[in-house]
């Protein structure tokens, strides 16, 4: 558990050390809701059909699926990155020499993201609660919903995780997630509902 504090710690200093672009993503928050607002008012109520299950709110639809794929982004993608990272510094081999094992180092590297995307999903709402005036009812939660997430948690993550293994032996795993983010992008319901994909997809 030290280790991953560490790590958690480290990385966290390391994103302050840079104040500009720790300032910046602040700010890229806000912009990207807004863009996403303003995208929403373009596209209005134009296919009330296919946002009916959603309330016919663009706007709701286009933000739940942005956090959802930035949450996949985060699971998929920063444990390959930092280990390749660690790499390229030393930094991994000394720790291996140091006995600490593989899979510690790879879920370490995912602490910080984790807590950050955290952070983010909190001012998120924050955002579009008292600007967008955005309506979230938190009554629809359930166990299923809890385990519906556990179970997409915990999936995700064993793609990172291969995809982590695979720079750990081959030096390059960015192919399994390009891969893994084309096809949920395309199929994942994240921009456009499910129900206009051609019937075989949907």
Do not use: C
Request: aromatic share 20%; glycine share 6%; net charge neutral.
């Amino acid at each position: 558990m030290n280790f991953y504090i560490a790590t958690f710690y480290k990385d966290f200093k390391i994103a302050i050390s840079y104040k500009i672009q720790f300032i910046a993503s602040f700010i890229n928050i806000f912009i990207t809701l807004y863009a996403f607002y303003l995208l929403s008012l373009l596209v209005g109520e134009g296919n009330t059909n296919s946002l009916e299950s959603y309330g016919n709110d663009y706007f709701f639809f286009l933000f739940t699926g942005m956090l959802t794929a930035e949450y996949t982004l985060v699971l998929i993608s920063s444990a390959s990155r930092k280990i390749r990272t660690m790499q390229l510094n030393g930094i991994f081999e000394e720790l291996i020499v140091n006995g600490k094992k593989e899979i510690h180092i790879m879920l370490s590297s995912i602490t910080y993201p984790m807590a950050w995307f955290l952070f983010k999903v909190l001012l998120y709402l924050l955002y579009a609660i008292f600007f967008f005036e955005i309506e979230i009812n938190f009554s629809y939660l359930s166990f299923a919903s809890f385990a519906s997430w556990l179970l997409f948690t915990i999936s995700i993550l064993g793609i990172g995780l291969i995809s982590a293994a695979a720079v750990i032996y081959i030096k390059s795993g960015e192919f399994i997630n390009t891969l893994y983010l084309s096809i949920s992008a395309f199929i994942g319901g994240v921009a456009y509902p499910l129900s206009i994909l051609p019937y075989p997809l949907y």
